[in-house]
């Protein structure tokens, strides 16, 4: 008994926010009759959230590194003014659009990460600097007005799905293979990364726990493979999303440059000691925010299907709630892509269902503050006992 109470203790303290999430999506469920798991409400819960899980991603590594970024929602706001001016107004293809503003979005970075690491000015004065501006300069190119309408190759980027293959009559058959193999590839990494720790002697669960968590996760996958089948399949930007999360949980977990950033943001003083080019570590990470900013920004253009001034509103303090709700300490050091993700999907799910019972935008925006708050008095508290 002893044993089992101490498996859920250590299985609680590392996935409160999932079960927090499962509860939240069961009890909207019930609250809303079942219309939160209906397939359309699902697809439209991805597309709606998407722009904000891809700044959560770079977001969150900001935060690991012990700074923080004001200025996304602007930067997105101009990346895809930019975009609508290349493309509607000059006929650009869209492919060299994309390449064009990922890059405009990477000099941005630059150019903020410059007075952050190397001129020592604080991220918050300089990232408050770059919101106003980028703010600024999107009213300035747009001259107050909304470009519109993109083509529809742009669009798909947010809109469009995986067709089916197989030509299957009532359902996706293409998207539930998708989802067998996304199955597969999860449990062969997670065996694969539960050996390795076996290997150098590191504590893992029992297997009997281990296997039950590949089951739970497969029926997870596969339940929301089916739900997209059902409906128009599996979206594009879901594709594009798992691979940023593959991509940066591998870097930040596996690599030399993920271990630099934890150690940056832990203790500067100590990481500067042991040989870590913090500097440069700060630059590239705000280098990687344009990048992504800059993503979302053509993700929100694509879905808007427009380019309007009052784009990117708001999107900084969704990132930034979606880091810390998902694990991220506000002290730096601390925190995990997969984390951020879990706390953007909190956040989405809460505006989803409140939406759907019709509560208005006064008291989404109360209820989220509150959550956010006990999200970070949660981690307060944990750094507490653990000390």
Known sequence: MQKLLEVLKTNFNRYSMVIALVIMLILFQFLTGGILLRPLNITNLILQNSYILILAIGMVLVIIAGHIDLSVGSIAAFVGAIAGILIVNMHMPTYLTVLICLLIGAIIGAWQG?????????AFIVTLAGMLLFRGLTMLVL????IAPFPNEFRSISTGFIPDFFDGSTI???????????????????????????????????AGVFYSQQLIAVLLIMGFCY?????EGIPYILIILLALIVFYTFITNRTIIGRHIYATGGNL???MLSGVK?????????????????????VFASRLNAATPKAGNLFELDAIAASFIGGASAYGGVGTVP???????????????????????????????????LAVAFDVFNKRRAS
């Open 143 to 146: 001259k107050g007005q909304t």
């Open 269 to 271: 003083k100590a990481a």
């Open 278 to 298: 913090t500097k440069a570590v700060t630059f590239w990470v705000f280098v990687n925010m344009g990048i992504l900013s800059a993503l979302s920004g053509l």
């Open 339 to 373: 984390g951020a993700i879990v706390g953007g999907l909190v956040m989405g799910v809460l505006n989803n269902g409140m939406s759907i019972l019709g509560l208005g935008i006064d008291w989404q925006q109360a209820i989220k503050g509150v959550v956010l708050l």
């Open 172 to 206: 996706n058959i293409t998207s539930i293979l998708l989802g067998i193999l996304f199955s597969i590839i999860f449990v062969i990494l997670s065996v694969k990364a539960r050996k390795n720790k076996i290997k150098y002697n590191f504590k893992v669960a029992s």
């Open 227 to 231: 739900l997209f089948a059902t409906y």
């Open 114 to 122: 410059f007075w952050v690491a190397y001129v020592n000015i604080p």
